[in-house]
């Protein structure tokens, strides 16, 4: 297997092809645009967070998950930025050690207010159909549903409940899934979740019309039918256990919840302040005792992020991670020997790693 000389993308993935030593993503790399804005800096961020009145103490909300990209938005917010912001964060049972001690250490050492918002009943009974939809599929468990708008609606709820104007938002770009990057016009992942329009259509057919044609390896196609509708109902009845603030939408066990609309204003961090995780792992580690594994510091806040990494190495050679390593490497953010190296720890493993959590989940259900 052919592995990029620019990055680490493998010849394996799909859709990409190598020519003189590189791959697809890196020869389109200068064509893209998406990542090659400069940042707008803290002055400007700290003047669009001082342009509305709070009726609260708290200047802003922000998400905190104990992982680096989260962490080091609270720390600037209070140690750069000087102002009072409140955390929230979302527990969704499968919370790392590493992270519940981040959470911890960066809160106390900032003197930060948090607030937990945990996850309904609905999300353990959702797992447990995907786990049985995986049995009968052959495919990999993926357990990453529904976990991004728990995260939004906790936030939004928080800031609408406590008159907070503005939320701060860590996610980037640098984190898109490869779809993002092999198609140098298309909208970023960002982008795709501003409009939150439910098709009745569309969702009637992924509900009831493309699983009658979904391949079954195992089982049979009555059982799997009764899986895929009930883990959707678990999706609905989570969206309104959880108070997602989108309405009539919350039918729809595909929804997405958007920020737009809801009151407070979202402002997305790394277009202000430059990303670069090595130099903001090193500041946290430094400032405020923040933790994780050794070539690992990419996830350390969920333990259902392992399926996710299994799931994209089955499907293109290279973990999830591994692919976000690529994305930096060609921004000059890491060195190609360090992405190797984290690439080769979080592959080790990992097959193991999903085996002890799949049976974790198996036990709580």
């Not at 728990?150 to 936030?155: A, P, Y």
Request: aromatic share 12%.
């Amino acid at each position: 297997m052919e592995i990029c000389e620019r990055c680490i993308v493998p010849s394996s993935f799909p859709h990409v092809t190598f020519e003189d030593g590189l791959c697809t993503f890196c020869r389109n790399h200068d064509e893209s645009p998406k990542l090659a804005k400069e940042s707008l800096g803290s002055k400007t961020l700290l003047q669009r967070l001082k342009s509305k009145p709070s009726r609260s103490k708290y200047d802003c909300v922000v998400a905190l998950s104990g992982g680096k990209d989260s962490s080091y938005v609270l720390y600037f917010t209070v140690r750069k930025l000087g102002l009072n912001p409140l955390a929230v964060f979302f527990d969704n049972g499968f919370v790392t050690h590493f992270a519940t001690d981040n959470i911890r250490n960066i809160c106390k050492a900032l003197g930060v207010d948090v607030v937990v918002r945990k996850a309904t009943a609905y999300r353990a009974k959702l797992l447990k159909e995907h786990l049985a939809i995986s049995g009968f599929t052959g495919n990999q468990f993926y357990a990453c549903f529904n976990c991004e708008n728990n995260l939004r609606t906790s936030v939004i709820n928080e800031a609408v409940d406590r008159g907070i104007p503005f939320i701060l938002w860590g996610s980037t770009t640098f984190e898109d899934p490869f779809t993002t990057f092999l198609n140098t016009t298309s909208g970023s992942w960002r982008e795709a979740r501003k409009a939150n329009t439910v098709h009745l259509l569309d969702t009637l057919k992924r509900l009831f019309i493309e699983p009658l044609f979904q391949p079954i390896k195992s089982g049979n196609r009555l059982s799997f039918y009764y899986h895929h509708l009930l883990s959707r109902y678990y999706m609905v009845r989570d969206n309104f256990a959880m108070h997602t603030p989108e309405g009539w939408r919350n039918l729809s066990p595909y929804l997405n919840v958007s920020f737009d609309g809801k009151g407070p204003e979202v402002i997305y961090f790394f277009d202000y302040i430059q990303y670069n995780p090595p130099q903001m792992v090193a500041t946290l580690q430094q400032e405020i005792g923040w933790t994780a594994p050794k070539n690992k510091e990419a996830r350390v806040d969920c333990k259902l992020g392992c399926f996710g990494n299994y799931h994209h190495l089955k499907r293109t050679g290279i973990t999830k991670d591994g692919f976000t390593f690529s994305v930096l490497v060609r921004h000059g953010l890491l060195s190609r020997a360090d992405a190797l190296k984290k690439e080769e720890t979080v592959k080790d493993g990992l097959a193991e790693e999903c085996d002890r959590v799949r049976q974790e989940i198996i036990s709580r259900c």
